[in-house]
């Protein structure tokens, strides 16, 4: 049902290509044979601009650097050794990155131009005549929802950035946002898009009323605005149309169970287009991989003393690859640091039987419902320490792992909670390229990067450099603090 509900959506998106005729959002539109405002009167070319801004937002149109370089590789799970790729990553593990690196060039780029379509639908939306008020509702829900979403991911990178709504006026020197206005902005947009969107979509992938949501639940979170976050994460939970997987735990993430309750916002993936190119970077050296997949020389690791850190009993434990046999008969043990395997692999994305070369169709979450849960019990926690509540909130996560449950005995204060959270967080998003953000929300993320011997690490870092050639073309754009 995905692969049929996608390639119709494919179809869609390569009419999108004929309003893409630029790459900088700082570029004026050229409209060629389609007017924007007579492409968009059919509800094909509604669709088609729609999927062209989906496809940006989401994470597989850079999965490696989005998810992996820039929000685990900084941080105390995650790393990479090997291939050509390492010496792009061993910038981001050692903190020595600048504003020249591509690395900040591409989502930006990516996340304006899904931006540009939103607005260029928003543009011209309401002259629609064609299809009911209750569908030009929702498309321009969803279309709020995306632009939402884009300008969230950009803050996380970034900061605020400038805020752009129209794609039929240009300016060419747009001002960042302040912290007031770019929080205002999110609030709004989002609480606008959940209020028209649905509960339940007809095509796999897009957005609903919950993923709005629990984007703006997981924004007030990080913004620490506690008690927003409470609210809106328990908004979520009382839709009642969210649930923790039952299933084999083991097999989260293969495909076969990637259609499931708990994923709230999902990046979909196919063989044939958007594939999911995590399992290449996973498979250990020489590991016996089938004859349509491939194994990559970059490979993504797990530190061996976060491994060490689950409890023995934990489901998640069956997320990793700890021994394996080469063809020739060779066994590895990849928690021992001198084995040619170095460490301990995440297979949380199960090998596609029916991969495509690197191009595996395991869907990519970007919220599950697991992460609500935790949402609150933090946001809870911060707002008045630890209560039965957020306690309960943090125990459903732990009792569908298996591992032992918390107390209000156990969990004696707010710092305590706190930390017990951070550990949860990252026991059960490992490898998902949240763990950048927990650990910049707690203000750990350059301690831990100091406790590891990373001396390049400075307070200033918690936030990447805006794109040197974004500043080069707009000197009102003011470089983030350090760089």
Same mark, same amino acid.
């Given at each position: 049902?995905?692969?049929?509900?996608?390639?119709?959506?494919?179809?869609?998106?390569?009419?999108?290509?004929?309003?893409?005729?630029?790459?900088?959002?700082?570029?004026?539109?050229?409209?060629?044979?389609?007017?924007?405002?007579?492409?968009?009167?059919?509800?094909?070319?509604?669709?088609?601009?729609?999927?062209?801004?989906?496809?940006?937002?989401?994470?597989?149109?850079?999965?490696?650097?989005?998810?992996?370089?820039?929000?685990?590789?900084?941080?105390?799970?995650?790393?990479?050794?090997?291939?050509?790729?390492?010496?792009?990553?061993?910038?981001?593990?050692?903190?020595?990155?600048?504003?020249?690196?591509?690395?900040?060039?591409?989502?930006?780029?990516?996340?304006?131009?899904?931006?540009?379509?939103?607005?260029?639908?928003?543009?011209?939306?309401?002259?629609?005549?064609?299809?009911?008020?209750?569908?030009?509702?929702?498309?321009?829900?969803?279309?709020?929802?995306?632009?939402?979403?884009?300008?969230?991911?950009?803050?996380?990178?970034?900061?605020?950035?400038?805020?752009?709504?129209?794609?039929?006026?240009?300016?060419?020197?747009?001002?960042?946002?302040?912290?007031?206005?770019?929080?205002?902005?999110?609030?709004?947009?989002?609480?606008?898009?959940?209020?028209?969107?649905?509960?339940?979509?007809?095509?796999?992938?897009?957005?609903?009323?919950?993923?709005?949501?629990?984007?703006?639940?997981?924004?007030?979170?990080?913004?620490?605005?506690?008690?927003?976050?409470?609210?809106?994460?328990?908004?979520?939970?009382?839709?009642?149309?969210?649930?923790?997987? =039952?299933? &084999? *735990?083991? /097999?989260?993430?293969?495909?076969?169970?990637?259609?499931? #309750?708990?994923?709230?916002? %999902?990046?979909?993936?196919?063989?044939?287009?958007?594939?999911?190119?995590?399992?290449?970077?996973?498979?250990?050296?020489?590991?016996?991989?089938?004859?349509?997949?491939?194994?990559?020389?970059?490979?993504?690791?797990?530190?061996?003393?976060?491994?060490?850190?689950?409890?023995?009993?934990?489901?998640?434990?069956?997320?990793?690859?700890?021994?394996?046999?080469?063809?020739?008969?060779?066994?590895?043990?990849?928690?021992?640091?001198?084995?040619?395997?170095?460490?301990?692999?995440?297979?949380?994305?199960?090998?596609?039987?029916?991969?495509?070369?690197?191009?595996?169709?395991?869907?990519?979450?970007?919220?599950?419902?697991?992460?609500?849960?935790?949402?609150?019990?933090?946001?809870?926690?911060?707002?008045?320490?630890?209560?039965?509540? =957020?306690? &309960? *909130?943090? /125990?459903?996560?732990?009792?569908?792992?298996?591992?032992? #449950?918390?107390?209000?005995? %156990?969990?004696?204060?707010?710092?305590?909670?706190?930390?017990?959270?951070?550990?949860?967080?990252?026991?059960?998003?490992?490898?998902?390229?949240?763990?950048?953000?927990?650990?910049?929300?707690?203000?750990?993320?350059?301690?831990?990067?100091?406790?590891?011997?990373?001396?390049?690490?400075?307070?200033?870092?918690?936030?990447?450099?805006?794109?040197?050639?974004?500043?080069?073309?707009?000197?009102?754009?003011?470089?983030?603090?350090?760089?």
């Amino acid at each position: 049902m995905k692969n049929r509900i996608l390639h119709n959506i494919v179809g869609f998106a390569t009419m999108a290509l004929f309003l893409s005729s630029c790459s900088d959002f700082l570029k004026e539109e050229v409209y060629t044979q389609y007017d924007p405002a007579t492409f968009l009167q059919t509800e094909e070319g509604i669709n088609s601009v729609l999927v062209a801004s989906y496809s940006n937002m989401q994470v597989n149109a850079s999965m490696r650097d989005r998810m992996y370089t820039l929000n685990e590789f900084p941080g105390d799970i995650m790393w990479e050794w090997g291939g050509s790729y390492e010496s792009t990553a061993v910038l981001f593990m050692g903190y020595s990155w600048d504003s020249q690196s591509t690395m900040f060039s591409t989502p930006w780029q990516q996340y304006y131009e899904s931006i540009r379509n939103a607005n260029s639908l928003l543009d011209n939306i309401d002259n629609v005549t064609s299809i009911s008020a209750d569908k030009v509702k929702q498309y321009k829900a969803e279309a709020r929802f995306i632009r939402a979403a884009d300008y969230y991911y950009l803050w996380e990178y970034f900061g605020p950035v400038p805020i752009i709504t129209t794609a039929s006026i240009l300016n060419m020197e747009p001002l960042r946002a302040t912290d007031d206005e770019f929080n205002t902005f999110i609030s709004q947009e989002l609480q606008a898009a959940a209020t028209d969107l649905p509960l339940t979509q007809s095509l796999w992938g897009k957005a609903t009323k919950g993923a709005a949501l629990a984007l703006l639940g997981k924004f007030y979170l990080n913004t620490r605005q506690w008690q927003k976050s409470a609210d809106i994460n328990k908004q979520v939970i009382d839709l009642n149309k969210y649930k923790l997987f =039952s299933g &084999d *735990l083991k /097999n989260m993430f293969a495909v076969q169970n990637e259609v499931n #309750e708990e994923v709230i916002l %999902t990046s979909p993936a196919l063989t044939t287009l958007h594939g999911n190119v995590y399992m290449p970077h996973a498979f250990p050296p020489n590991y016996p991989i089938q004859s349509n997949w491939l194994n990559y020389g970059a490979m993504f690791c797990v530190y061996n003393d976060w491994v060490k850190t689950y409890d023995v009993n934990d489901k998640r434990l069956g997320w990793f690859l700890f021994t394996y046999t080469e063809t020739n008969g060779k066994i590895h043990n990849l928690l021992d640091s001198k084995d040619a395997g170095k460490a301990v692999r995440c297979f949380k994305y199960v090998p596609d039987p029916n991969a495509v070369s690197e191009s595996h169709g395991n869907d990519v979450p970007m919220i599950r419902y697991a992460e609500v849960l935790l949402n609150r019990s933090e946001a809870l926690n911060e707002v008045s320490g630890p209560t039965q509540e =957020s306690v &309960d *909130l943090l /125990n459903l996560v732990r009792k569908r792992a298996g591992a032992p #449950e918390y107390t209000l005995v %156990t969990l004696t204060s707010k710092d305590v909670m706190r930390d017990a959270l951070l550990n949860e967080r990252g026991w059960e998003f490992v490898a998902e390229g949240v763990r950048r953000m927990d650990l910049v929300r707690q203000g750990k993320l350059i301690t831990k990067a100091l406790a590891r011997g990373v001396s390049g690490a400075k307070d200033y870092m918690t936030r990447f450099p805006i794109p040197l050639n974004e500043i080069k073309a707009n000197p009102k754009l003011v470089q983030n603090t350090g760089y």
